[in-house]
C-alpha cells in the first residue's frame, strides 16, 4: 500500500512538474506577441524570429552545459538522473511526517522545468534591443547567456554555489522563491548592458532632450501578449512549489495562484491610475506593463502574504514601473517594450519585498544578493557585447533601421498586404 502511495505521488509531482513547465514554455508566446505588438509594423518578422530562435537556443545550450553548470552533473553526456526508488521508498518510510517531505519526481521533468527559466530570462533581452540590432549578433549572445551567464549566476542561488567561492548567498540570508532576481533582475541587467552599447532607435530623442514617442503597431497583439503572460506565470510560480502530491503542498499551490493573480491585477489597476494622473488618459501600454510589474514583483516570495498583500504589493511595482519607465526615457536609454523597468527595476522591487513576509529572509542578504546577480549578468553581458560590437556589429545600418530590419534581417514582411507597392 505505502508503495502504491510513493508511486502515486511521485506520478502527481511529475506531473504537475511538467504541467507548469508547458504554461512557462507558453510564456515565450506571451513575449512574442508582447514585443511584436508593441515594435513598428516593419520589424514585426524579425522580433516574432528573434523570440522563437532564442527558445530553441536555450534549450539547446542548457542541454549541452548550462544544467551542468547550474546544479552540476553532465546532462549532455551522461543522461538525466531519476530518483532511486527503492531507497527512496525507504527512506520515505521511516520519515515520521509521511508524505509530506521533500519533492519527488522525474530528473527529466527537472531539467524540462529549468530550461523554460532560461528561456524566460532571454526573452526579457528580445525586447529591449528590438528595432535597430542585427539578428544574428543577438542570437549568438544568446548562446552565452543562456550556456554560460545565467547557468553561473543560477548555481550561486538555486543551485546552492558559493559565488567564486566566496560566500553563500543563502547564507546570508538571500531568498527568491521563483525568480524575481535570479531570472527576471538577470535578464534586465543583460538587456541594459545591450542597450548602452546599442544606443537609442533614430528619432526617439530630439536634440533639444524631448522624447518622440514611437507607438506600437498592433495593441491587440500586445494586450494578447500580456493575458499569455498572466496565465504561463501560474505555472513559473506554481512550479516552484515543487510538488503538489500532499495537503501542505496543494494548499501552498492554491495560495500562490492567488498571490499571482492579485499581484497582477494591482499592478493594472495602479498603473492605469497612475497614467491617469500623469497623462490624463487611459494609457494601455502601462497598464500592460503595470500588470507584468505585479507578477514580477510577487515572483520573488508568493507564498507567504495574504492575498491583500500581494495585492498592495502588486500595486507599488505598477506605481514604479510607470516612473521607471519614464526615468529611463528622460536618461535617453531606449527600451521599446519597456523590459529593463519591467524586469529589472521591479524584480528588485520584488526581492527587497520578500522579508516584509518572509522571516528566513533578511534585508541585507536580498541586498547582497541582488547586487551580486547584477553585477555579475550586468558586466559578463557588457563583455559579450562589446566583443561582438568589436568583431561583428550589433547594430543595422541608419538605412536598414530605416526601412525596416523585416527585409535587411529576414527578407521578408509580416503584414505585405498593407505596404504600398513602390
Known sequence: MQEQIFHLQYAMDTFYFLVCGALVMWMAAGFAMLEAGLVRSKNTTEILTKNIALYAVSCVMYLVCGYAIMYGGSIFLSGIQDVDVATTLGDFAAREDGFEGGAIYSGASDFFFQVVFVATAMSIVSGAVAERMKLWAFLVFSVAMTGLIYPLEGSWTWGGNAVFGMYTLGDLGFSDFAGSGIVHMAGAAAALAGVLLLGARKGKYGADGQVHPIPGCNLPLATLGTFILWLGWFGFNGGSVLKLGDIGNANAVAMVFLNTNAAAAGGLVAALI?????????????????????????????STPTALQATLFGGIGGVLVVFSILFFDKMKIDDPVGAISVHGVCGLLGLLLVPITNDGSSFSGQLIGAATI?????????????????????????EEEYEGVDIAECGMEAYPEFISAK
Do not use: H, Q, Y
Not at 558586466?379 to 557585447?385: D, E, M
Open 274 to 302: 497612475v497614467a491617469r494622473m500623469l497623462f490624463g488618459k487611459a494609457d494601455l501600454t502601462m497598464a500592460l506593463n503595470g500588470a507584468l510589474a505585479g507578477l514580477v514583483a510577487i515572483t520573488a516570495e508568493p
Open 374 to 398: 547584477f553585477v555579475w549578468v550586468f558586466v559578463a553581458s557588457l563583455i559579450v557585447w562589446g566583443v561582438l560590437k568589436a568583431v561583428m556589429g550589433i547594430r543595422v545600418s541608419e
